[in-house]
């Protein structure tokens, strides 16, 4: 069974760029979930989708935003990028939304904005 | 103040020590996740708990709902159990969104 696939695994961007992340869950799931990761405020939720409708929102700019599309895959998007956004961008999928049944986390894409 | 403390933020032990590592939390949440995390960035779900214990090999998670403390033990522990272990509350409504973490504790076990 395939895990969750997360594409780029690496990024680098220059600041005012525009950048796109995908995320593909597994089979099944129907939420996606992203989570920004920095080292000085750690693990920080940004958005979940179930069912192509985002369902909660953390306390980012509106330069972050997301979709999902009818088969589950997700992309998140920031645009307007500053150095302050690079980060590990994860992303993790649960077949209900809240993850009353857990999460399945992918590997990351490490974005860097020089 | 964090809603879900960690502590020991940074651990080190020998191979083959009993490894503890505990969590609290202040806000209500009705289970806990323990999450693990490799220097590579992939996270690992653990365990999800909401009373008792759960057992998986050789780590142990407890939890007691009411005094709102879990804890994760790791027995005979071995130089591959070195990674970021992570406790995380489902947190709903508001904008702090579906999951709260901790700040995560960082093992190293020495052969």
């Known amino acids: 069974k395939a895990g969750v696939t997360q594409t780029p695994r690496y990024l680098i961007k220059t600041r005012g760029q525009q950048v796109t992340l995908s995320c593909s869950p597994i089979?099944?799931?129907?939420?996606v979930s992203w989570y920004q990761q920095t080292p000085g405020q750690g693990l920080q939720f940004l958005f979940e989708y179930f069912s192509e409708t985002q369902r909660n929102k953390g306390n980012f700019p509106g330069r972050f935003s997301g979709r999902q599309f009818s088969n589950s895959r997700s992309e998140m998007n920031v645009s307007t990028l500053e150095l302050g956004d690079s980060a590990l961008y994860l992303c993790a999928s649960s077949r209900t939304t809240q993850g009353s049944e857990g999460y399945t986390f992918g590997s990351g894409t490490r974005l860097t904005v020089v | 103040k964090n809603e879900v403390e960690q502590s020991p933020q940074n651990l080190t032990a020998q191979e083959g020590e009993f490894i503890t590592i505990n969590c609290s939390y202040s806000v209500g949440i009705s289970a806990l996740h323990w999450l693990q995390q490799h220097p590579g960035g992939g996270i690992v779900s653990l365990f999800m708990l909401s009373s008792g214990k759960k057992k998986h090999g050789r780590l142990i998670a407890t939890i007691n709902i009411q005094e709102k403390h879990s804890s994760l033990h790791i027995t005979a522990s071995h130089p591959r159990d070195s990674a970021v272990y992570i406790c995380?509350?489902?947190?709903?409504?508001?904008?702090?969104?579906?999951?709260?973490f901790g700040k995560g504790t960082k093992l190293s076990v020495k052969p």
């Open positions: 995380a509350g489902p947190y709903y409504g508001g904008s702090q969104g579906n999951l709260i």
């Open positions: 089979s099944g799931h129907r939420s």
